[in-house]
């Protein structure tokens, strides 16, 4: 992976752009003295260079009742669990993200259920794949 080189102003924009990817060229610029159009290239350069991915939202879980957040580490039962566990994980629509580790552990992922009982079903499925330890989330911090 190659990785790029940024100025003080490019590395300005992008983090106002992780606090707010809402925030106009024009706001942006206001910010950093520069025009809106010039924060516009400045942006697009770091698209292509692929500092920049994408953009997302913030959101609230529990106002749409998913009331449960867990991190789950997976410990699976054979290599040739590997190919089937990643595509259930991929469709599984509670599982969040997931990471191939070291250490210990095959996987962790995160996974969001509206409920204990919608949990437990996840966890029942995923023994078809091998183990797992769960932490549930008590409270975020930051």
Do not use: A, K
């Given at each position: 992976?190659?990785?790029y080189l940024?100025?003080?102003?490019?590395?300005?924009?992008?983090?106002?752009?992780i606090d707010d990817s809402t925030l106009s060229h024009k706001d942006i610029g206001a910010m950093v003295h520069l025009t809106g159009q010039a924060v516009g290239a400045r942006v697009r350069r770091?698209?292509?260079l692929g500092i920049i991915e994408g953009y997302t939202i913030r959101w609230n879980p529990l106002r749409i009742?998913?009331?449960i957040h867990a991190f789950i580490?997976?410990?699976?039962?054979?290599n040739k669990d590997h190919l089937p566990f990643q595509a259930f994980a991929k469709a599984h629509e509670s599982v969040t993200e997931l990471y191939r580790i070291s250490?210990?552990?095959c996987y962790w992922m995160r996974v969001r259920t509206v409920d204990q009982e919608a949990l437990t079903a996840f966890l029942d499925e995923l023994l078809n794949y091998g183990n797992y330890r769960i932490n549930l989330d008590m409270g975020q911090i930051k």
């Open positions: 992976m190659t990785s940024i100025d003080n102003t490019d590395y300005r924009i992008l983090q106002l752009l770091m698209r292509e009742g998913q009331n580490t997976v410990f699976l039962s054979s250490g210990e552990g």
